[in-house]
């Protein structure tokens, strides 16, 4: 997989992409996963995000719904028509089927985080369906003494699985993209856990996404030139205006770090 076209150390340019929770139909941001704000309407966002040169855009579906599959398909139906760059949907996915419709309707890559540690054998199956470049893991993480822990339901249920031992098997059976959340970080705009970063993106073969903790332009440059990663992704300071896509590129670029202008 070294070689492989998910790869940035090849010289592939690094991926900036805005991330949309999404509850009610309605995009949110807190800290530390809670106090909710409201921060627009997610097809608006995305469209002005697409025209803003994000590379991609992540969609994570935060609402506990009976309806959550039928809204998430509309939601993914209605940004497709809107959007020419890829885009990634996860949240209440468990099964083959809720996949498929999603897909089906328009996304590029599905996302799933507490399914898939409760039933890991759900990534060999959804590889398998689909292929690897489709399925990314959502890995949610916080440090309780020494170790990272996995945590599920936005954070707030440690696991026993450590960080790293759970994202090397979720390669294994077939993740084609991690998208690691620091918890700690999350929502503080302190910037990137560059060192946990480092780690796993040494360890792994597949892209890894950095999330949690964006602040800042600097905090950019510092994730790419310390760790590598080959995306780093942010929220609130896209959603509030407080950082500007073509900005941040700018500022990438006179670093030497190659980006999608």
Not at 171 to 186: F, Y
Request: negative net charge; contains cysteine.
């Amino acid at each position: 997989m070294k070689g492989s076209p998910f790869r940035g150390r090849g010289g592939l340019a690094k991926r900036i992409i805005p991330c949309l929770d999404v509850k009610d139909g309605r995009t949110v941001k807190g800290v530390n996963f809670v106090d909710l704000r409201d921060a627009g309407d997610p097809v608006e966002l995305a469209w002005n995000y697409s025209r803003q040169g994000a590379d991609e855009l992540v969609f994570l579906d935060i609402t506990a719904t009976l309806e959550r599959r039928k809204t998430m398909v509309e939601l993914v139906k209605a940004v497709a028509r809107q959007i020419n760059i890829p885009f990634t949907i996860g949240g209440g996915i468990n099964e083959i089927a809720d996949a498929d419709a999603l897909l089906n309707a328009g996304a590029d890559k599905i996302s799933i985080n507490s399914a898939a540690v409760r039933n890991p054998a759900l990534i060999d199956e959804l590889a398998k369906a689909f292929g690897v470049q489709f399925v990314v893991i959502a890995v949610d993480t916080r440090a309780i003494g020494d170790k990272n822990v996995v945590h599920l339901n936005g954070g707030r249920l440690p696991t026993e699985r450590e960080t790293l031992e759970w994202i090397l098997e979720a390669e294994s059976r077939g993740a084609g993209e991690i998208l690691l959340t620091s918890m700690d970080h999350d929502g503080t705009k302190a910037g990137f856990d560059n060192k946990l970063l480092k780690i796993v993106n040494d360890a792994v073969h597949i892209p890894v996404i950095a999330s949690g903790g964006a602040g800042s332009v600097a905090h950019f440059v510092d994730v790419f030139e310390k760790t590598n990663v080959d995306a780093a992704l942010a929220a609130s300071v896209f959603h509030y205006g407080e950082i500007l896509i073509p900005d941040l590129k700018a500022v990438l670029k006179s670093n030497n770090i190659e980006v999608r202008i």
